[in-house]
């Protein structure tokens, strides 16, 4: 039987060491699968690198994965820092890198696969749903890279054009949890909701020390001024518990997703390891690894043109729901659910997606603007602070 090596690239440890972890454990989980279906006449063979956080070492890893172990493909990165600095080699080498985290878009390349949400997918539904609801002024926070910038450069760039207003835009470093400053900003400028592009422990603080603020001030509890999200998923809000509650988060793929064939693979999952929660970005990252060995399967090949090839003429079923890779993008068609953390780190789905949207990572054929002035509006004389 033959044995197909797939490179496995999340780091364990460090500032984001959490949502890194959900995707490595992802990857890990569909391997088993595989390896344990008799329809797969091969078996796929796992080979993990750890970078520790430290994105000058993801290139060198990735490259190392590939040489090595003759994996073409690599399912990694969390961090768009990450992302791009293994781009260069994937493409020198000719291997695919199965991105399976959310990103800000802006990108396409011939040897990546963009598993996971772009902009058109998570931030633009995220505001379509809570500007109506909450207004339209808006305080940005950001981890200080790629994804916290550009994220909140396009949330900038609808609201100003939508009627709305930024009143603030801050950044820390990755992994800073020295936030109070942002909490006192938010106190003194009092904005309808927070867009928080922190992650990992910086994001945890924050929610933290905001759930505190509520408890200050009435306003700011989260049924008046929530913290929204494109990239909060339950592993985390479970571990933030009461911190998180309230708030909102906008996703392709929640665990509370009523389908019969969400709820046997979230069983399946809860079977295998009780302690670990299928979210989003584990879930992403299954995906990825099923979507190679389905190719595999179709092809009899692992090269990565191949399966390139494969994925972009037919449909691949996956806990996403049945995804086939665009032409022009190398991007997926997605559902853009959004959920309202509760306290037990479970979402109820408050807005329910019905069919999957295509994926516009230029923003070339997404409006931005929006008609929100009105609607914002109405929302603030709407909105009663106990």
Avoid at 135 to 148: D, K, M, Q, V
Avoid at 366 to 380: F, K
């Amino acid at each position: 039987m033959s044995v197909y090596p797939v490179g496995v690239l999340f780091s364990r440890s460090g500032g984001y060491s959490r949502p890194a972890e959900q995707g490595y454990f992802g990857a890990l989980a569909a391997v088993a699968d595989i390896n344990a279906n008799d329809a797969y006449p091969f078996t796929l063979e796992a080979h993990h690198a750890d970078p520790k956080g430290n994105a000058d070492r993801y290139a060198e890893l990735c490259r190392d994965l590939i040489r090595t172990t003759g994996a073409q493909h690599i399912v990694g990165c969390t961090t768009s820092w990450s992302r791009k600095e293994v781009i260069p080699v994937v493409e020198k080498l000719d291997a695919l890198l199965w991105y399976p985290c959310v990103y800000e878009g802006f990108e396409v390349s011939e040897n990546l696969i963009y598993v996971a949400a772009c902009a058109n997918q998570h931030l633009v539904p995220l505001l379509d749903h809570i500007v109506p609801r909450f207004g339209a002024r808006a305080f940005l926070t950001g981890s200080n890279y790629i994804w916290g910038w550009e994220t909140n450069r396009i949330a900038r760039d609808i609201l100003t054009r939508s009627g709305g207003a930024v009143l603030g835009e801050r950044y820390v470093p990755i992994g800073d949890e020295d936030i109070d400053h942002l909490i006192e900003e938010i106190r003194e400028k009092r904005p309808d909701f927070i867009l928080n592009n922190l992650i990992g422990t910086s994001s945890y603080a924050f929610l933290a020390a905001y759930r505190a603020l509520g408890m200050e001030d009435p306003a700011f509890r989260p049924e008046n001024c929530p913290v929204v999200s494109c990239n909060l998923c339950e592993n985390e809000t479970t571990r933030l518990g009461a911190d998180a509650a309230g708030h909102y988060t906008v996703s392709s793929y929640f665990r509370a997703l009523a389908s019969e064939e969400n709820d046997r693979f979230a069983a399946r999952m809860k079977a295998s390891e009780p302690s670990r929660v299928a979210d989003a970005f584990f879930v992403q990252a299954y995906a990825a690894v099923v979507m190679i060995a389905e190719a595999i399967r179709r092809t009899g090949s692992d090269a990565a043109q191949d399966v390139l090839e494969a994925v972009r003429t037919q449909e691949t079923a996956t806990p996403l729901g049945p995804v086939r890779v665009d032409r022009g993008t190398n991007h997926v068609n997605l559902c853009a659910h959004i959920g309202r953390a509760r306290a037990d780190g479970d979402f109820d789905i408050v807005h329910y997606c019905r069919e999957t949207i295509a994926p516009d990572p230029f923003l070339t054929a997404t409006p931005l603007d929006r008609l929100y002035a009105n609607m914002a509006a109405d929302a603030r004389q709407l909105r009663v602070v106990r």
